[in-house]
Nanobody, 123 residues
Framework: QVQLVESGGGLVQAGGSLRLSCAAS????????MGWFRQAPGKEREFVAT????????FYADSVKGRFTISRDNAKNTVYLEMNVLKPEDTAVYYC????????????????WGQGTQVTVSS
């Protein structure tokens, strides 16, 4: 069982930066692949980034590649999403999720979800 709590969202101007954090409970955090997803109003939830449990390999959606960085600190049971050069189209609720699968971008591979944190990018 893993419980996830996101933080760090807010309002930022286009071109700015934010860092999201996701704190996880549970002693087996280091065994989970962690992912970030987002959902904009009226749209389906979409994959953003993922990081493996084993070697911290990462994979990104094309829309954020080169601007966003996912990382994890297993000692702190925390995963981060550093977001730079933010664009208005990045506006969404961002969700942290945990999966027992290997590095995966598939939403249904993730069994544990946080409550989400709002990111709003103004133009």
């Amino acid at each position: 069982q893993v419980q996830l709590v996101e933080s760090g969202g807010g309002l930022v101007q286009a071109g700015g930066s934010l860092r999201l954090s996701c704190a996880a409970s549970g002693r087996t955090f280091s065994s989970y692949t962690m992912g970030w997803f987002r959902q904009a109003p009226g749209k389906e939830r979409e994959f953003v980034a993922t990081i493996s449990w084993s070697d911290s390999s990462t994979f990104y959606a094309d829309s954020v590649k080169g601007r966003f960085t996912i990382s994890r600190d297993n000692a702190k049971n925390t995963v981060y999403l550093e977001m730079n050069v933010l664009k208005p189209e990045d506006t969404a609720v961002y969700y942290c999720a945990a999966s027992m699968a290997t590095l995966t971008e598939r939403l249904h591979d993730y069994g544990y979800w946080g409550q989400g944190t709002q990111v709003t990018v103004s133009s």
